[in-house]
């Protein structure tokens, strides 16, 4: 996957590129980037890169010369790759699980992410040029790098041997349909707490059990929309009507 970065800030990557998972990940070559001064492409030598927004509205919007110009020159860059166009904005679609795979697993093999900035990106750039408009959450950021990063280390952790063990992506909360298990480590008793009998008793099938409940569970408890979304097997339908039957 290779990523082409249009921001007014390209110094804020730099640590999120060199270190941990995502560090190791560019070590090994899964991705590639580059980052693109969106001043590269100001309008005067100040690289002005607003305006007032037409109607009197209170704040600056981002003009579409700057905007086109380094997309075109971020897609150009892209070369013989099948590229997308994706802008963060709060008007776009919610950041789930589903639109990563969409971008980690399709054929899609390059992206430029335009990181927004002021009040807006004039609507003209995001009616002819941009591919897809992306929300990470109903609140509002100083900038899109952050939302960025959020979508890239969610992609970049499908990419073959990003992870140490693959099935870490694939059985994540969400990934797996329902909120994820608890999860216990060494040692077996803390401060008077002890791990879960099933989890020490190496019997696999019951193992397997505790958990699908235990999602469930959880599920119900902090996400129960996730679960009125989805058409439960026969064993999961069994379980959380017993789960139901509990509180009543």
């Known amino acids: 996957m290779h990523f082409e970065l249009i921001t007014l800030f390209p110094e804020q990557f730099?640590?999120?590129?060199?270190?941990?998972?995502i560090g190791r990940a560019a070590k090994k070559g899964c991705f590639t980037e580059n980052r693109i001064q969106l001043r590269k492409h100001g309008l005067n030598k100040y690289g002005q890169v607003d305006d007032d927004a037409?109607?009197?509205?209170?704040?600056?919007v981002m003009r579409p010369e700057p905007a086109t110009a380094a997309i075109r020159e971020a897609v150009a860059n892209c070369s013989?790759?099948?590229?997308?166009?994706?802008?963060?904005?709060?008007?776009?679609?919610?950041?789930?699980?589903?639109?990563?795979?969409?971008?980690?697993c399709?054929?899609?093999?390059?992206?430029?992410?335009?990181?927004g900035h002021y009040k807006g990106l004039d609507e003209r750039v995001c009616e002819t040029i941009i591919d897809d408009e992306?929300?990470?959450?109903?609140?509002?950021l100083t900038g899109g790098e952050l939302p960025a990063m959020i979508f890239m280390d969610a992609v970049i952790r499908f990419q073959d041997e990003a992870l140490g063990n693959f099935a870490s992506a694939t059985g994540d909360s969400f990934t797996s349909r329902f909120l994820e298990h608890p999860l216990y480590t060494r040692?077996?008793?803390?401060?008077?707490?002890?791990?879960?009998?099933?989890?020490?008793?190496?019997?696999?099938?019951?193992?397997?059990?505790?958990?699908?409940?235990?999602?469930?569970?959880?599920t119900l408890k902090r996400?129960?929309?996730?679960?009125?979304?989805?058409?439960?097997?026969?064993?999961?339908?069994?379980?959380?009507?017993?789960?139901?039957?509990?509180?009543?």
């Open 80 to 104: 013989d790759k099948k590229a997308k166009v994706i802008y963060f904005t709060p008007q776009g679609r919610p950041l789930n699980q589903d639109i990563v795979k969409e971008y980690a």
């Open 54 to 60: 037409y109607g009197g509205e209170a704040g600056m």
């Open 14 to 21: 730099d640590s999120f590129f060199s270190t941990s998972i």
């Open 134 to 140: 992306i929300s990470i959450g109903d609140y509002i």
């Open 187 to 218: 040692p077996e008793v803390f401060e008077g707490m002890a791990v879960p009998e099933v989890l020490i008793s190496g019997h696999h099938k019951r193992i397997e059990e505790w958990r699908l409940e235990m999602r469930l569970r959880r």
């Open 106 to 115: 399709g054929d899609t093999n390059a992206l430029v992410l335009f990181c």
């Open 223 to 248: 996400r129960p929309d996730l679960i009125e979304k989805e058409v439960l097997t026969k064993e999961e339908k069994k379980i959380l009507n017993k789960i139901k039957g509990e509180t009543k």
